[in-house]
Structures are given as C-alpha cells and as structure tokens.
C-alpha cells in the first residue's frame, strides 16, 4: 500500500509541476525587491512572525476562564490582523499572496493551543486515543461491542499510521490533530470552491469566512473531523462538467472508494453528504444520476450490518421532534448562574453564522435566477433533515451546521464581483476581524474545562489498568463526565462510568457542606448503588476528582469551586476513602472496606 500510495504521489506531483512551472503564480514566487515589498507579502510575513514569536514566548499554561486569550502576548492579536491585512491586499495578486496568509492563519489558530497547551482540547479526544492504543495493543476491536467499535475506520486508519511510524502513545498526534486536519481541509475547500468560481480572489475569501466562521470545534481528533473533509473532497469532485486528467469512470471509482471510506469512518456525515449529492444531481449540477448511491449505498449497506449497535440511537419517536433541534443543556443550581463566558461563547458562535447566512442572502438575491442559487442553501439545509429524523444526542444541529457552512460560503462569494473595487475588500477586512474576535471568544473561551489535563489522563489510565471489568468510576463533580476524558473500552463494560448526579443532589452545596459524614455517606450509598447495578464488590469502587470538572461545574453555575474542592478535602482526609492518585490536582480514590469484626467465641 505504501509503495502504491508513493507512486501515485510522485505521478502527480510531476505533472502538477510541470504545470506549475509555465504558471503565474510561480512567476510571482521569483525573489525579487517588488515582491519583498510587496503589501500582502510584507503583512503576511510580519503577522506569521509576530503569533509564532508570541505562541512560542508563553510557554505552557493551565487554562482558565477565556484559555489562553487573556495570557497571551497582544502581539498575538497583531499577527492574525495583519495576516486578514494579507488576504486583503491581495486583490488583483497571485493566489499564493493570500493564500500564504491564509495558510499561516489556519496555522495561528491550530498550533497556538497545541503549544501552550501541550494537550487536545477536547475531552472527547480521550475516547478516540483509547481506542487507537487498544488497536495497537491487540490488533483487533470487536463490532459487537459499540458504535465506536462498529465505525473504527479512523482509529484503524491512525492506528497504522502510529505503527508504520514507531508511535507508541497517539497523544501528541492527537494535540496536533486540528493543524495536521486543518491542512488537508484546506486543500479540499480550495478544491471544492475552484470547482465553480474562477476567481482566486473569490476562492481565498470564501475560504476565510469559512475558517472564521467555522467555531464549532469538530476539527478535534474525531472521526467527525475527517468525514467533513472527505466530504469536501466528494462534493469538489461531483461538481461540474470537466475534470481535467480524470475520466468519468476513474472519478465515479474515486467517488466509490470516499464512499466506502466515510461509510466505515462515521455514522452520520455519509448520509448529509450523500444527502447533498441527492440535491446536486436534482438541480442538475452534477451527474450521472446515480452519483449519491457512491456514498448512501456504502452507509446503507454498512448500517445493515452493524444494525445490532445501531438500534439504540435510531427511534421513530425523534422523527419530526423539534427538541431535535435544541442544543444541550444544563440547568444550574439554585442560587447560582453561569459564567458569562459560558453565553458569550454559544453568542459568537450564533453571529459568526448570522453573519454569513446575511452574505449568502445578499449572494442569493443577485443570482436567484440561476439554478446553482437555489442548489447551494438546499444543500446547507441537508443535515437539518438528518437532525429531524435524529438528535444525534442533541449535538446534529452542530453537525447540520458544520455542513451548511461551507455551502453558504460558496453562495456568499456570489456578491463578490470578480474583480472587486478597493472598497469591496476593505469592507471585507473589517467583517473578518469582526469575524475573527467571535471566532476566538467561541472556539477557546471554554477551555478551561475543555482542554485533558496530563494528571486527569494519567488517573484514567491508572483506573484501566488495575481496574477489574466489573470495576465502577464515579466522577466527583455535578459537570458529569464532559470533562473527564474517559474511555470506551477499559474496562469492557461501558456501564464502569457513574455520574455524580446519581450519588449526590445539588442540596448539599451550602457554606456548611460537606462535611465528615457526608463523606461516609457517600461510600456506603456508593456501596449500595453497585450491589443494584453492577455487582462491583466494594474493594471495586474508584472515584475521581478532576480540576477541569470542578472548572466546568463553576462555568454552568452547578456549585462553586470551593464546594468542589471541599469535597475532595474531606474525602481524601476520610477513612472511607483511600487516594491511590494525586497530582496538579487530580484524586484518583477508592472506597475502603471496612475490616470485619471476629465474632467472640
């Protein structure tokens, strides 16, 4: 395989060169004092100097409240602003002059907090990494076992990398994973908007709408992230009517072999993508007919077989139901409230897509006479259906979301002349800065509670790896288990995890609470709780007290972080209780069993 994929790539690469070579756009690559000068050039090359001087001077940090935006050097924020002053000046440039800043503004926004966090910045992650060290261990996952397990294309797919590679813990791919991902979605945005729009200039600020829009956060290690980027790809490679050095047949077995791949890689993105390609082919923007049945047969077939893991997250009670549509939520304890953070984060998101469903309006009016203006909005409406039929554990109106954005994009470019006045792009560069502030405030004002602390994930891996399969794991904070990074797989039972909800009301937050006894109590209800669910014997029972969950609880207004780590006081000074794990914070626990008593003779 690796021999195949080498001979392809240098196939290619030698055509695209010698392409390249007669091109403009390496004509203005020549080093000369014009190009040193030039605008663009100069703010591109001052903006990426200014962010990786800054990125690389702070170090690494604990985030709190805002992540690393309130740590960071203001210098910072220069660099990503004259990085937009870049793609700006490069109107009526090479395409490489604003796709040089744009590059280095993907990098910006991916690499500063791998940096200066030195870990993934989602707690989802945890899950992912687990799977692939297991693949890596014993070469094999079982179908049966869940839905992580039945769609494991990714995980496998890393898991090779890792071992071609002599990688024995993912963890650093995985803190780099939205760069290495944010690269190739780059590659395919700029293939799927050349598919209908001519102009470079066009191409490059779409793009960036689409990256400063585009907050949701999926570009995390998930199998999520690469379904969009395929689909990108499917939907660049349907679209038109010529495609240069590839015939009809070869493009149809491509198309096939993306099918294939998103169908073992995700549940959900195949049937958005293949639902657009359905749209595609009926507003005849792309053909044969038979186009969608590449990528929804592939699903179809797939979700047959795996139909036993399945059945659990499809019922025909969610079909139409608007509470499909409403994002999750958490209801705050009495006498306490959210952050504001917490607001302003969902808020931003909320205007950066406000913002471009008004461009993609405005690009609607002046082309609603040709058919491509009505294709394009029914295309970023597709995932809404998938989330009418499905919830998708109320987070589809995300995914629903991260599809539309890049169709609306592509509409938006529509009232964007082909070669627009002075005044055009400098209305452009204010609505991206303007874009660029909600981008930040939305993407990294929760990463205090979002970001895997190093001293959580070495607790987990403790637990898996002297835990029994019948072992529980109850996570100390009212946050439940978002900012713990649990896994799926060890121990084998996925019932090992025990939300704190069910232990604890939110009656005990009070100034006098709790207490000695309260620590008492919760082991003998915890004792109790396993001898109904689980049959863990007592000697089984671990808890975990983490500083992200206790960051998250104090976000949502769930209790305050001196109750939090009250808690975690008197349950390490208890006798019920015993700290097999402590560092930065983290108590990894265990219940106590109490010695028997001999009986007299």
């Not at 490069?90 to 690499?111: I, N, P, Q």
């Not at 998101?349 to 405005?362: E, S, T």
């Amino acid at each position: 395989i690796g021999t195949a994929v080498v001979a392809v790539h240098v196939y290619a690469c030698r055509r695209a060169l010698l392409r390249l070579r007669d091109s403009a756009v390496f004509r203005s690559l020549g080093l000369n004092w014009r190009t040193m000068l030039d605008g663009s050039i100069a703010c591109s090359v001052a903006g990426t100097a200014l962010w990786c001087g800054a990125a690389l001077e702070r170090g690494h940090i604990v985030p709190g409240v805002g992540g690393f935006l309130p740590d960071i050097s203001p210098l910072w924020y220069g660099g990503l602003v004259l990085l937009l002053a870049g793609i700006v000046l490069a109107r009526g440039k090479s395409e490489a002059h604003a796709m040089f800043a744009l590059v280095s503004l993907v990098a910006a926004l991916t690499l500063t907090p791998a940096l200066i966090y030195g870990m993934p910045r989602n707690q989802s992650a945890a899950k992912h990494i687990d799977l692939v060290q297991q693949i890596l261990r014993v070469h094999h996952l079982d179908r049966g076992v869940g839905i992580y397990e039945a769609y494991s294309g990714f995980f496998a797919a890393v898991a090779w990398v890792c071992d071609l590679a002599r990688i024995h813990d993912s963890i650093g791919l995985t803190t780099y994973w939205p760069f290495v991902i944010g690269l190739v979605g780059l590659a395919e945005l700029r293939f799927f908007f050349g598919r209908l729009i001519s102009s470079s200039y066009r191409i490059s600020v779409g793009m960036t709408l689409v990256v400063l829009v585009n907050s949701i956060g999926a570009d995390y290690f998930s199998p999520q992230s690469v379904g969009f980027v395929l689909g990108l790809g499917v939907f660049g490679l349907v679209l038109g009517h010529d495609w240069p050095g590839l015939s009809d047949r070869m493009r149809i077995a491509v198309l096939l072999l993306a099918g294939c791949s998103l169908a073992v890689t995700h549940e959900l993105s195949p049937y958005i993508v293949g639902g657009s390609l359905v749209v595609l082919v009926a507003f005849r923007m792309a053909r044969p007919w038979y186009v969608p049945a590449t990528c929804l047969l592939p699903a179809a077939l797939w979700a047959l077989l795996n139909r036993h893991v399945l059945t659990g997250f499809v019922s025909l009670a969610n079909l139409g139901n608007l509470s499909n549509f409403i994002p999750p939520k958490t209801i705050s304890t009495p006498g306490l409230s959210r952050l504001p953070i917490v607001g302003e984060s969902s808020d931003t998101l909320l205007l950066g897509l406000l913002v471009l469903i008004a461009l993609a309006g405005v690009g609607f009016v002046r082309t609603a006479r040709h058919m491509p203006a009505w294709s394009f909005p029914t295309c970023a409406g597709v995932g809404l259906l998938a989330v009418a039929a499905n919830p998708y554990g109320n987070e589809g109106i995300f995914r629903a979301a991260l599809f539309g954005i890049p169709w609306l994009a592509m509409l938006a470019m529509a009232a964007v002349p082909s070669n627009p006045r002075r005044w055009v792009s400098a209305g452009f560069g204010l609505v991206a800065v303007g874009l660029l502030g909600t981008f930040l405030v939305s993407m990294f004002g929760l990463d205090n509670a979002n970001v895997i602390r190093p001293a959580d994930l070495q607790a987990v891996r403790l637990f898996e790896t002297h835990a029994s399969a019948r072992s529980l794991l109850l996570n100390l904070a009212y946050g439940g288990d978002i900012p713990i990074p649990v896994s799926v797989a060890s121990p084998p039972d996925e019932g090992y995890y025990v939300a704190w909800s069910t232990m604890v009301s939110s009656a005990t937050v009070g100034a006098d609470r709790p207490t000695a006894a309260d620590a008492a109590v919760l082991a003998r209800r915890y004792v109790r709780y396993a001898a109904q669910h689980s049959g863990a014997p007592p000697s089984e029972l671990y808890a975990i007290w983490s500083p992200a969950s206790a960051e998250y609880s104090v976000d949502y207004g769930l209790e305050t972080l001196a109750h939090a780590e009250r808690w975690r006081e008197v349950l390490a000074a208890s006798p019920d209780w015993r700290v097999l794990f402590s560092h930065d914070g983290t108590y990894l626990l265990r219940v106590v069993v109490p010695a028997r008593t001999p009986k007299a003779h």
